[in-house]
């Protein structure tokens, strides 16, 4: 990386020291190319991480860098000229409006989080923009977890801003000899691709659950790929980046790992066979397919998939009356 890149990193700030939080923060510390401080809800995790360098409930056993510094106190966001948001989703809006004053007004915000917010359904930059006003907002998603994240291994994702100059800088700055970033001006498509990978990892996890076997898993990423690719265009993004790592990418980790909680979710779907009422409020892809759902019939979308994973999730069919459904529609050219 060049000295120009290495300097405009400075001070890197990530709020929220989640799973995903914390692994950002570890390994943007670890490239040793910028001051790089956690903030934390919790003052016993701020402590923790200095103290013992680890955070047992987030990313148990896991060694933290001695460099990463951790702090409850969210006036330390001071001289910070990027600041990642790896608070979740739905609590995006409420940390803008909180940190908003603390935040120095050139500093680069970076949304971490996948989804879309519960009652708007709009996009996670857009939430964040409406409160921050002068602020650039870009977002970073793609396929990775937060383990793999932290101890190193090799992982790829997407950072998208307004601009080409302003997403090639942020790349820079944040990628390390383990985590690459690739520049994006698609912010629409990758926060869309974000968001709805996890219906889709939902209906694969429903093929799982309900033994419905791997060729079937495989023909529902590909057509749900497709479905995702038309959705994104016609909410004025790129259809070619669902294609890509905050796309495709994300998908296939998502609807193939069991660490993946809308896999999980959809696997104890189809096992049941109809809506798991207990754990939906805490799967993002629950409320996507609810939103996604309403808006492609706003826009006259076809959506099989998408709109047979929000019905079985609102407890509208099961899933043999889905599955019914699908593999009687028209034959059509793929």
């Known amino acids: 990386?060049?000295?120009?890149?290495?300097?405009?990193?400075?001070?890197?700030?990530?709020?929220?020291?989640?799973?995903?939080?914390?692994?950002?923060?570890?390994?943007?510390?670890?490239?040793g190319r910028a001051e790089v401080l956690l903030i934390a809800r919790r003052r016993d995790v701020a402590d923790a991480i200095l103290t013992r360098r680890r955070h047992e409930d987030a990313l148990p056993g896991i060694d933290l860098p001695q460099t990463l510094f951790a702090t409850t106190d969210p006036a330390a966001l001071s001289g910070a000229g990027m600041v990642l948001f790896a608070m979740p989703s739905q609590a995006q809006r409420e940390a803008a409006q909180t940190l908003k004053p603390y935040l120095d007004p050139g500093a680069d915000i970076v949304v971490c989080a996948k989804g879309l917010e519960r009652g708007t359904g709009?996009?996670?930059?857009?939430?964040?923009?409406?409160?921050?006003?002068?602020?650039?907002?870009?977002?970073?998603?793609?396929?990775?977890?937060?383990?793999?994240?932290?101890?190193?291994?090799?992982?790829?994702?997407?950072?998208?801003?307004?601009?080409?100059?302003?997403?090639?800088?942020?790349?820079?700055?944040?990628s390390g000899p383990t985590f690459r970033l690739y520049p994006s001006i698609d912010r629409t498509g990758v926060q869309l691709g974000g968001a709805l990978k996890n219906v889709l990892a939902i209906a694969c996890g429903i093929v799982e659950g309900a033994g419905l076997g791997e060729s079937a898993r495989a023909a529902m990423i590909a057509r749900g790929l497709a479905e995702l690719s038309r959705y994104v265009a016609a909410c004025g993004g790129q259809g070619e980046t669902v294609r890509g790592l905050s796309g495709l990418g994300?998908?296939?980790?998502?609807?193939?790992?069991?660490?993946?909680?809308?896999?999980?979710?959809g696997?104890?779907?189809?096992?049941?066979?109809?809506?798991?009422?207990?754990?939906?409020?805490?799967?993002?892809?629950?409320?996507?397919?609810?939103?996604?759902?309403?808006?492609?019939?706003?826009?006259?979308?076809?959506?099989?998939?998408?709109?047979?994973?929000a019905a079985m999730i609102d407890g509208a069919i099961d899933v043999g009356t889905a599955l019914e459904q699908l593999m009687s529609r028209p034959i059509t050219q793929e």
């Open 1 to 31: 990386m060049s000295d120009a890149a290495i300097s405009s990193a400075g001070k890197v700030a990530v709020v929220g020291a989640g799973a995903f939080g914390t692994a950002l923060a570890a390994t943007i510390a670890r490239a």
């Open 122 to 174: 709009r996009l996670l930059t857009e939430v964040v923009a409406d409160e921050l006003g002068h602020h650039a907002v870009s977002v970073l998603s793609g396929p990775g977890f937060a383990a793999d994240i932290a101890i190193g291994l090799p992982t790829a994702m997407v950072i998208a801003a307004a601009s080409a100059e302003q997403a090639a800088r942020l790349a820079n700055a944040l």
């Open 250 to 265: 994300d998908l296939v980790l998502t609807a193939t790992s069991h660490q993946s909680r809308n896999l999980r979710y």
């Open 267 to 309: 696997i104890a779907l189809g096992r049941e066979g109809r809506a798991v009422t207990t754990t939906a409020d805490l799967v993002e892809g629950a409320l996507a397919a609810s939103v996604a759902a309403t808006e492609a019939r706003r826009l006259g979308l076809d959506m099989p998939l998408t709109f047979a994973v």
